[in-house]
């Protein structure tokens, strides 16, 4: 529940509606709907592309951290 919630949450402080970013994921509008109401599991391809998108943590997207800020990457040996 509250990955949902936090999606929906960065969806709208971005300023963003449920179809755009339905698209940016190459899912039905009504498919990202049921992400954010929680009705479906969003896949980890989805939720990784979720981070990347909104520039946070799959961390903090599935609750394990409250700090919204992504980790840092690590560089290729």
Same mark, same amino acid.
């Given at each position: 529940?509250?990955?949902?919630?936090?999606?929906?949450?960065?969806? &709208?402080? #971005?300023? !963003?509606?449920?179809?755009? /970013?339905?698209?940016? +994921?190459?899912?039905?509008?009504? &498919?990202? #709907?049921? !992400?954010?109401?929680?009705? /479906?599991?969003?896949? +980890?391809?989805?939720?990784?592309?979720?981070?990347?998108?909104?520039?946070?943590?799959?961390d903090y997207?599935?609750?394990?951290?409250?700090t919204p800020?992504?980790?840092?990457?690590?560089?290729?040996?």
């Amino acid at each position: 529940m509250i990955f949902s919630v936090r999606i929906r949450n960065l969806r &709208t402080a #971005s300023g !963003y509606s449920q179809q755009q /970013i339905a698209k940016f +994921l190459q899912v039905a509008p009504n &498919t990202y #709907s049921r !992400y954010e109401c929680g009705k /479906i599991l969003c896949p +980890l391809d989805m939720v990784i592309r979720l981070a990347q998108y909104f520039h946070t943590s799959v961390d903090y997207l599935a609750g394990l951290t409250d700090t919204p800020a992504p980790h840092p990457r690590r560089k290729s040996p």
